[in-house]
């Protein structure tokens, strides 16, 4: 079987195809290297340097080789930068409709979408179900929700499968050493503060509702994410689902966790709010468990373990 995975030289993307082609895969890979690193892609694996806006590209790529499923990862990622660059975040959408036109074109019946919590916005219950309404707070969660909605059309009118899976916050390293070029989320920076390549960490808010006053989120080890998704490879029909681990963890909690694992200072400094950050986000696993047989096994200790490695 051959599987097209977009955006795979980046953080999970690199991830998700070393672990394809140990279980004997045949994987094409197409990433234009904004963030994502050639190095990182398998050597076993085919590998095409471009865009997903860029239609005779795709067209290239499509042409290439029967393609059987495809694994779409790549897209724009920062919540905060997507609130001051929403002509730039609406490539997410664009580059997604893209896909889907080659993939009725080629008679590619399969897509597994790499999509978001961020659908969700501010949560109405503690513990986030599939069927909790959506409504983003920020421009990112919308590109990920609209491409959600775009996907289930082209299911019901072009006769494609697909299976959305909604990330909470990954983390952790999967032994490819990633380290991001442009770290926006919390584990890269405190690794960029641990080896002093960046001076302090902000803690956008201590205000919140929450036990501690910061943000209280869902991380995931990046190897569990990639499990899911291979795992997803089999499952039939059109699903969406939860990825996480169905623990809350505050960000100053998790700044003393990497304190007491790293055995160093974590220097932090409290900023305003950032605008789109909801108070709490923790998944409800539990359809995942059911349909995809999956579940967590790494936990938050290994995450910063992982993370404290590739940074060193």
Not at 28 to 45: F, M, W
Not at 163 to 169: A, Q
Not at 204 to 211: E, V, W
Request: glycine letters at 8%; hydrophobic letters at 40%; one cysteine or more.
């Amino acid at each position: 079987m051959t599987i097209l995975v977009t955006g795979g030289a980046g953080y999970i993307g690199s991830v998700a195809v070393k672990k394809l082609i140990e279980r004997g895969f045949n994987v094409l890979v197409i990433d234009n290297l904004s963030k994502g690193k050639r190095e990182l892609v398998d050597k076993e694996a085919d590998f095409l340097k471009g865009d997903i806006l860029d239609k005779s590209f795709l067209e290239e790529v499509f042409s290439k080789s029967k393609i059987e499923k495809i694994i779409h990862f790549a897209a724009l990622k920062s919540a905060g930068e997507s609130m001051n660059s929403p002509e730039t975040y609406s490539q997410n959408i664009i580059g997604t409709i893209n896909i889907l036109n080659k993939m009725v074109e080629h008679k590619v019946k399969d897509i597994i979408f790499s999509s978001s919590a961020a659908v969700y916005g501010e949560p109405k219950r503690e513990i986030i179900e599939e069927d909790h309404s959506t409504n983003p707070i920020n421009f990112y969660g919308f590109t990920k929700l609209e491409s959600e909605r775009i996907i289930d059309w082209y299911a019901k009118l072009k006769d494609i499968s697909y299976i959305s899976l909604r990330y909470f916050n990954v983390a952790g390293d999967g032994g490819l050493n990633y380290i991001d070029p442009n770290a926006e989320n919390i584990f890269p920076i405190i690794g960029e503060v641990i080896s002093q390549k960046r001076e302090k960490l902000q803690v956008f808010g201590n205000d919140y509702k929450t036990k501690d006053g910061s943000c209280i989120r869902d991380y995931i080890h990046v190897e569990d994410i990639v499990d899911a998704h291979i795992r997803a490879l089999d499952l039939k029909g059109d699903h969406i689902i939860n990825l996480g681990t169905s623990k809350g963890v505050s960000v100053l909690e998790l700044i003393n966790a990497f304190k007491e694992v790293s055995g160093k200072d974590i220097p932090y400094k409290i900023t305003k709010r950032r605008e789109g950050d909801p108070a709490i986000l923790v998944a409800s696993n539990k359809k995942a468990k059911e349909l995809l047989s999956w579940e967590p096994k790494k936990e938050i200790k290994e995450m910063i373990e992982s993370t404290i490695a590739s940074y060193r």
